[in-house]
T-cell receptor, first 112, second 119 residues
Framework: KQEVTQIPAALSVPEGENLVLNCSFTDSAIYNLQWFRQDPGKGLTSLLLIQSSQREQTSGRLNASLDKSSGRSTLYIAASQPGDSATYLC???????????FGTGTRLKVLA | GAVVSQHPSRVICKSGTSVKIECRSL??????MFWYRQFPKQSLMLMAT?????????EQGVEKDKFLINHASLTLSTLTVTSAHPEDSSFYIC???????????????FGPGTRLTVL
């Protein structure tokens, strides 16, 4: 059974810091991995999608990497801003299905 | 880009009543949709897979008679919470699979969620 874990569970940093969020999964047979952002009481905003054949994806200040063999992904946020405060979720999709298995989430707070 | 909507965004109901939540894909046809629920400060848990024209497939531990799913058309899936109880209060999110989207990879789009509160 696929399990997705995110570390740390919560993180509070001063504005301007570069930070790394970690995601690990137990079954490497994934189709893709996706990072989402969720603001309190809101739905999901897709940040980056990494297909299984890819190693990383970049969008603006965000960079996500994927190492299937070790079952890990990291989300790097450069020059963090208070507007980055949210919960970040990683999710994996198993090959042959469209089902997302979500991680436990990291609650990020960027202090002004 | 593809958009998935949910209606209502918030609903409050009395215990024992039934509540229907709609999930629509606005600019694409989705043969497959998914329903997730999220308890406060927890992650999303997959409840069921909704397939157009066939019965939904439920994840282990999800009561199919309590959470009725109907995928009547290629753009609409509904989740009905029957005989709702306070413990059913949660955030329900749907997603829809867009076939053969940009890049050749199927892409899944998430709705904005529905907050259900059962009194």
């Amino acid at each position: 059974k696929q399990e997705v874990t995110q570390i740390p569970a919560a993180l509070s940093v001063p504005e301007g810091e570069n930070l790394v969020l970690n995601c690990s999964f137990t079954d490497s047979a994934i189709y893709n991995l996706q990072w989402f952002r969720q603001d309190p009481g809101k739905g999901l905003t897709s940040l980056l999608l990494i297909q299984s054949s890819q190693r990383e994806q970049t969008s603006g200040r965000l960079n996500a990497s994927l190492d299937k063999s070790s079952g890990r992904s990291t989300l790097y946020i450069a020059a963090s801003q208070p507007g980055d405060s949210a919960t970040y979720l990683c999710a994996v999709v198993r090959g042959g299905t469209y089902k997302y298995i979500f991680g436990t989430g990291t609650r990020l707070k960027v202090l002004a | 880009g593809a958009v998935v909507s949910q209606h209502p965004s918030r609903v409050i109901c009395k215990s024992g009543t039934s509540v229907k939540i709609e999930c629509r894909s606005l600019d694409f046809q989705a043969t497959t949709m998914f329903w997730y629920r999220q308890f406060p400060k927890q992650s999303l848990m997959l409840m069921a897979t909704s397939n157009e024209g066939s019965k939904a497939t439920y994840e282990q531990g999800v009561e199919k008679d309590k959470f009725l799913i109907n995928h009547a058309s290629l753009t609409l899936s509904t989740l009905t919470v029957t005989s709702a109880h306070p413990e059913d209060s949660s955030f329900y999110i749907c997603s829809a699979v867009s076939p053969h989207s940009r890049g050749g990879a199927d892409t899944q789009y998430f709705g904005p969620g529905t907050r259900l509160t059962v009194l």
